[in-house]
């Protein structure tokens, strides 16, 4: 048999990225494909927004706010010139001199910084920039008739040179520059306009995917829970229940983050990646080859992050699940702790783990710590060339302000969902972890299956039969062997032995907590392996040693939430079994919420209270598994009184140590080393001399 600690190493994750995970936990968000669908869209609006508003800064600055443009004086004889009219016409603006044009300076940056050069090296380009104003607007046709020397006219707008603005009144330059004014409100409306749709629509996908993560996590926990409640005793007894405590809760908990963003805000950090890198391009090839000089390095600094952190979370969600484990076995057994002063050994051996448990978190921080000062350093350092490079090109005239501004803001753009896409692989590496374990528990095939078409009884009588039952836990260990005996409909049978004789495991059998590997156990002549496992546990009334309760109340702790029973029967119930003896002395009766596994309950008084919860259900066979070891003598008055209302027209089984509890009962079974050894009532053992007489002698000699 495994030692619960070798079951640790459960907790130790394959390094390999397996697809297969990732197909089954889309699985789980099947039933929400609208939602996700609708998040999609909200995501790829959100990430068009994110796109539109830095390319809108850059019209305000090249369109409205710096629009200016260059004098070109462009004679025939120029070989430079035939060059500039072949491959640029649209881009030139005529005037009334055939020689004289005029380019915005928003367009210069499509001509080739070469024939640039040549046009200003022969001076047919001038530094001096012009503000082109609309011919139709009446302070222009004012200004034109007032000072026509200042303009040069083309067929819609007339150029002004910028020094001259600076004779003009406020007033004067309010009516010039009116649609200028008028375009820059507009791009102000329209960009709030963009940031209340980017609101709404991040509101709008934050609460879809916050609300499929919660409830694939709810749909989750359930599945997680019903399946470890499906699997054997056997599985529990090898499992710390801690480590079950962390997967149904940490371990799930950290798949939220991959359902609520990782699938949605991966997709949208890639879209707006390369979107951001796609606008860059076309607003200046360029340049954006010059910022994306260090991208190369970043991806770099990116995969070794992952490639670190991956084994770093990963270790961290291992030893979480051993210090929720170390903490619920040391509070559970907290009365053994204080008996024999473990507190500073087991304080000293919680220290080992939780020191571990710092360092992997340490050193998980340390790699965060150079990850993103790294990629910062390298945003800084593309921010540096783009202005040293865009600047320049700015100054030479062979790049817009207003294009240098929009990269500006471009640029801390595509590093943002560089360093996301860093940190979301590696919590995706961890959810992925984490859904190993959860999936390794679901793969879990240790129980007790009901067979391929499992029947009821109609009317259950409660006869039963053992078989020539076998049973070891551990191979070549046998407990049982060869075990065969009938219990009648009605008759209360006791089943006797020395400890490890495999008394309580034939409750175990009967109940199916295990199947026999030989033999076969029949109630009122059926197979019960061809039952229906809740049929077949319905019809028992299992009462054991240590008895357990919920934190709950005591009418609950009865019935266990079946409202079929009514309070009224609940009390009569406590009153057949003198618990009412106790109830009646709390505080609120029945509805008196007892503490943790009934610690505020002396032993018998929770054992009266299992007594009742047996009787509540009214099962046709009653088990007790030494129900009364651990009662004092008066409290085992009140439960012999019990017992005769207990199995009163039920058949009975009764595992005891204590022989005064037993000596009523119809028949006795001896039991020893796996082995019906004697059978007989009391009397008749007693005179046999054998095996049940040294017993009887032992406890009352």
């Known amino acids: 048999m495994k030692h619960k600690a070798d079951y640790f190493e459960k907790d130790q994750p394959t390094e390999t990225f397996d697809l297969r995970l990732i197909v089954r936990l889309a699985h789980y968000l099947k039933p929400f494909r609208k939602g996700m669908a609708a998040s999609v869209i909200l995501v790829l609006i959100i990430t068009g927004v994110e796109l539109l508003l830095p390319y809108l800064t850059k019209v305000a600055i090249d369109n409205y706010i710096l629009k200016n443009a260059r004098k070109l004086v462009l004679p025939p004889q120029e070989k430079i010139v035939r060059t500039i009219l072949t491959n640029y016409p649209q881009l030139l603006i005529p005037t009334q001199d055939p020689k004289t044009f005029f380019i915005k300076e928003k367009d210069s940056n499509q001509i080739d910084p070469r024939h640039l050069f040549i046009l200003k090296q022969k001076g047919l380009m001038e530094e001096a920039r012009y503000y082109p104003a609309a011919l139709d607007l009446p302070e222009v046709q004012r200004l034109i008739k007032k000072e026509p020397r200042f303009f040069w006219i083309s067929k819609y707008e007339a150029f002004i040179h910028y020094d001259s603005l600076k004779s003009l009144s406020i007033n004067q330059l309010v009516s010039l520059r009116e649609r200028d004014i008028l375009g820059v409100m507009w791009i102000g409306f329209l960009f709030v306009f963009l940031l209340l749709i980017d609101f709404g629509c991040s509101y ?338 299992l009462v054991i040693q240590d008895p357990f309760l919920f934190a709950e109340s005591i009418i609950y702790n009865i019935r266990l939430g079946n409202s079929e029973i009514s309070d009224q029967e609940v009390a009569r119930i406590a009153h057949v079994v003198n618990a009412d003896r106790f109830i009646k002395k709390l505080n609120k009766n029945f509805d008196e919420v007892i503490t943790e596994e009934g610690t505020s309950l002396s032993t018998g008084e929770r054992q009266l209270l299992t007594f009742a919860r047996a009787l509540a259900f009214n099962p046709k066979i009653l088990v007790l598994d030494e129900a009364t070891s651990n009662i004092d003598p008066k409290t085992e008055g009140l439960i012999q009184e019990a017992l005769e209302h207990l199995t009163k027209q039920r058949t009975s089984l009764i595992i005891a140590h204590r022989l005064s509890t037993i000596e009523r009962a119809d028949r006795i079974l001896v039991l020893h080393k796996g082995r019906i050894r004697e059978e007989g009532t009391h009397e008749e053992l007693i005179a046999k001399k054998g095996i049940y007489y040294r017993l009887h002698q032992l406890q009352y000699h």
């Open 204 to 541: 709008g996908q934050l609460y879809l995917l916050e609300y499929i993560g919660q409830r694939v996590m709810h749909n989750l926990r359930l599945e997680l829970l019903s399946h470890l409640q499906s699997l054997s005793l056997r599985f529990f007894e090898h499992t710390p229940v801690g480590r079950l405590v962390t997967r149904a809760t940490n371990d799930v908990l950290n798949l939220e983050d991959m359902f609520s963003s990782i699938f949605i805000e991966f997709f949208k950090d890639v879209v707006l990646l390369l979107g951001i890198m796609a606008v860059m391009l076309l607003l200046s090839w360029r340049l954006a080859l010059v910022s994306f000089i260090f991208l190369p390095l970043v991806f770099v600094l990116t995969i070794f992050f992952s490639i670190k952190a991956r084994g770093a979370y990963r270790e961290v969600r291992m030893l979480i699940a051993r210090i929720n484990s170390y903490i619920q076995e040391n509070f559970s057994g907290i009365l053994v702790v204080k008996i024999f002063n473990r507190a500073k050994e087991n304080t000293r051996r919680f220290e080992h783990i939780n020191t571990a448990h710092y360092l992997a978190n340490i050193r998980q921080i340390i790699l965060f710590a150079l990850f993103m000062p790294g990629v910062e350093l390298l945003s800084s350092l593309t921010v540096a060339l783009l202005i040293w490079k865009g600047g320049g090109a700015v100054l030479a005239q062979t790049l817009s302000l207003g294009i240098l501004v929009a990269f500006l803001a471009y640029i801390q753009k595509m590093f943002q969902p560089i360093r996301f896409l860093a940190e979301k692989y590696n919590v995706l590496q961890s959810a992925l972890a984490s859904a190993e374990r959860i999936f390794t528990l679901l793969d879990e095939k240790h129980f007790v299956p009901d067979s391929q078409n499992p029947k009821e009884i109609s009317l259950v009588r409660g006869a039963i039969e053992f078989k020539n039952v076998s049973f070891a836990y551990n191979e070549g260990e046998p407990v049982l062997q060869d075990v065969s005996f009938q219990i009648k409909e009605d008759e209360t049978v006791a089943v006797v032995g020395h400890t490890g004789a495999g008394k309580s495991t034939l409750i175990k059998l009967l109940v199916r907590f295990y199947d026999s590997q030989k033999g076969e156990i029949l109630l009122d002549g059926v197979n019960i392996q061809s039952l229906k496992i809740d049929f077949l546990r319905s019809n028992i009334g």
